[in-house]
C-alpha cells in the first residue's frame, strides 16, 4: 500500500535525481571541482616551481612598491590561492566571487608585462566561468 509518506518520499527523490542530473548542476560541479584544485595547485606550486617560476609574473611596479621581498611576495600569493580554493569547495557562493576578483588582479598584473597578453586573455576566460560558478551557485549551493 502506497502511503503519503512514501509518496514525498518518492516525489524527493525524483526531484533530487533531476536536480543532479541536470546539466546545469553538472556544469557547477564541473567548474566548482576546477576552482577548487586548480587554485589549491597554482598556490602549491609558488612554493615548489614545478610548473613554473611564478616570481617571473610580478611586474616591476609591483616588486618596486612591495614592502616584501619579490618571491615572499609570491609565496603570499600562493597562500591566498590555496586558501581561495579551499573556499570554493566549502562556500562556492562567495569564494567564486573572491576567485573572479582575484584573476581580475592577476589580469591588470599581466597587462604590465610585456609579452603575457596571452596569457592575460587566458585569465579572461577563467574570470568569465568563475563568475559562471558564482551565479549557478546561487541554485545549487546553500553555502
Known sequence: ??????QL?????????????????Q???ILQFGFTVA???????????????????????????????SHTL????????????IGVALRPRIFAYIVAAWLALIIINLLLIPGYFDVALRDFG???????LARLSHQF???
Request: charged share 15%; glycine share 8%.
Open 141 to 143: 549551493s546553500r553555502k
Open 27 to 29: 556544469a557547477f560541479r
Open 74 to 85: 609570491m609565496l603570499v600569493v600562493g597562500v591566498i590561492e590555496i586558501v581561495a580554493g
Open 39 to 69: 587554485p589549491i595547485l597554482a598556490g602549491l606550486d609558488k612554493f615548489f616551481h614545478l610548473l613554473v617560476n611564478w616570481d617571473q609574473y610580478l611586474p616591476g611596479v609591483v616588486a618596486g612598491i612591495s614592502p616584501l621581498p
Open 9 to 25: 518520499h518518492s516525489a524527493a527523490d525524483t526531484a533530487a535525481d533531476k536536480i543532479g542530473s541536470s546539466p546545469a548542476h
Open 126 to 132: 577563467l574570470l568569465l566561468a568563475a563568475l559562471a
Open 1 to 6: 500500500m502506497n502511503t503519503t509518506a512514501d
